[in-house]
């Protein structure tokens, strides 16, 4: 079945301890992206990747890190999370072909940072 | 990257049309105009998309104005299980994306 998965779904830490958010596809897709929700404010893109080894920052970027050393794979990490990065989190991927934009979403993973 | 312009909220009553509309009067000759929707708090999902042309599929039909400046997204027979936020955006170069407030329909029985 092709799909998204990202790991843990839920997940609940304290202030400055590092953290990863885990996003995998198996659906071949060269572009994945993570976006955060929160409350009155939509998605919002934090980072997003056209391939392997390619990243680049979105709307929202500081205080998070990527990298995409595999195809299949875009973690998101938090080196020292604080409260205000408490949200709903989002991985997609999509096809890197140009006109195509459908983008695979995973589940969320709602942080809670105290 | 063009802005849309949605409504915050709508409502449809059970086995009627729902009709979303979108503006995105800035909208560039190449663009694409998209519409997704998302569930409670589970991942947005794809709806349609199309360029000039209206299009069809199973789930929806995108109506595009000739100029091009506004869209809606017709749900032909909606149920309670299309409650739902419906998001209108316009394809972005580069691969970033932005998604808008969008608009909260809700599906009365």
């Known amino acids: 079945e092709a799909q998204v998965t990202q790991n843990p779904r839920y997940l609940i830490t304290v202030t400055g301890k590092k953290l990863t958010v885990t996003c995998s596809q198996n659906m071949n897709h060269e572009y994945m992206s993570w976006y955060r929700q929160d409350p009155g404010l939509g998605l919002r893109q934090i980072y997003y990747?056209?391939?392997?080894?390619?990243?680049d920052k979105g709307d929202v970027p500081e205080g998070y890190k990527v990298s995409r050393k595999e195809k299949r794979n875009f973690p998101l990490i938090l080196e020292s999370p604080s409260p205000n990065q408490t949200s709903l989190y989002f991985c997609?991927?999509?096809?890197?072909?140009?006109?195509?934009?459908?983008?695979?979403f995973g589940p969320g993973t709602r942080l809670t940072v105290l | 990257d063009a802005k849309t312009t949605q409504p915050t909220s709508m409502d449809c009553a059970e086995g009627r049309a729902a009709n979303l509309p979108c503006n995105h009067s800035t909208i560039s000759g190449n663009e694409y105009v998209y519409w997704y929707r998302q569930i409670h708090s589970q991942g947005p999902q794809y709806i349609i998309h199309?360029?000039?042309n209206n299009e069809t599929n199973e789930m929806a039909s995108l109506i595009i104005t000739e100029d091009r400046k506004s869209s809606t997204l017709i749900l032909p027979h909606a149920t309670l299980r299309d409650t739902a936020v419906y998001y209108c955006i316009v394809r972005v170069a580069g691969g970033k994306s932005t998604f808008g407030d969008g608009t909260t329909l809700t599906v009365k029985p």
């Open positions: 997609a991927s999509r096809t890197g072909t140009s006109f195509s934009y459908e983008q695979f």
């Open positions: 199309g360029l000039k």
């Open positions: 990747s056209m391939n392997v080894e390619v990243t």
